[in-house]
């Protein structure tokens, strides 16, 4: 009967970390599209899987002194996915863009630094925001983060505030 305990808590776990393996496949919705011509580009994704992490964050952000804003927004955090692309063109980035556009998302921040850009966008619900969307692109490197929860802009601006206090 123990073994078989622990058989079956084996297979829980694997099918629990399973989301952690890093996969050659794109895991954001707009390039799972079957059809869309990549032109070479390649692929490394992963889901990170929050119920293991989150206890981890926290505890390291509290190692590091940081403030309880930033880790009341990480208990918001329902999932992250995190994706890069080797070789990704602008078209693709331009197409990506007027994806994200057709699916309501608002553009909040547009950063340029070194040739490097990362931009912002946000699904809202009311006042609620459930889905952000950090795209940094730089030459022929592109990553995707895609970071779901229910957090306010209240939320974000006080982890803002917090930072530039330190």
């Known amino acids: 009967m123990k073994t078989l305990i622990n058989v079956f808590l084996g297979i829980f776990a694997v099918l629990m970390l399973q989301s952690c393996i890093s996969s050659r496949?794109?895991?954001?919705?707009?390039?799972?599209?079957?059809?869309?011509?990549?032109?070479?580009?390649k692929f490394a994704s992963f889901n990170v899987p929050l119920f293991l992490a989150k206890p981890f964050i926290k505890k390291a952000l509290r190692e590091d002194g940081e403030s309880e804003e930033v880790i009341a927004l990480i208990k918001k955090v329902s999932k992250i996915r995190v994706m890069t692309v080797d070789n990704?063109?602008?078209a693709m980035?331009?197409?990506?863009?007027?994806?994200?556009?057709?699916?309501?998302?608002?553009?909040?921040?547009?950063?340029?630094?070194?040739?490097?850009?990362?931009?912002?966008?946000?699904?809202?619900?009311?006042?609620?925001?459930?889905?952000?969307?950090?795209?940094?692109?730089?030459?022929?490197?592109?990553?995707f983060v895609d970071v779901r929860g229910s957090f306010t802009a209240d939320d974000i601006s006080k982890v803002i505030n917090a930072a530039t206090d330190k």
């Open 25 to 41: 496949r794109p895991n954001i919705d707009f390039f799972k599209q079957s059809g869309y011509d990549y032109k070479g580009a």
């Open 88 to 90: 990704g063109s602008k």
């Open 93 to 143: 980035l331009n197409d990506y863009s007027k994806y994200l556009n057709d699916n309501d998302f608002e553009d909040w921040a547009t950063i340029k630094h070194d040739g490097e850009n990362v931009n912002v966008r946000v699904k809202q619900n009311g006042e609620t925001i459930k889905n952000m969307m950090i795209t940094v692109n730089s030459d022929k490197e592109l990553v």
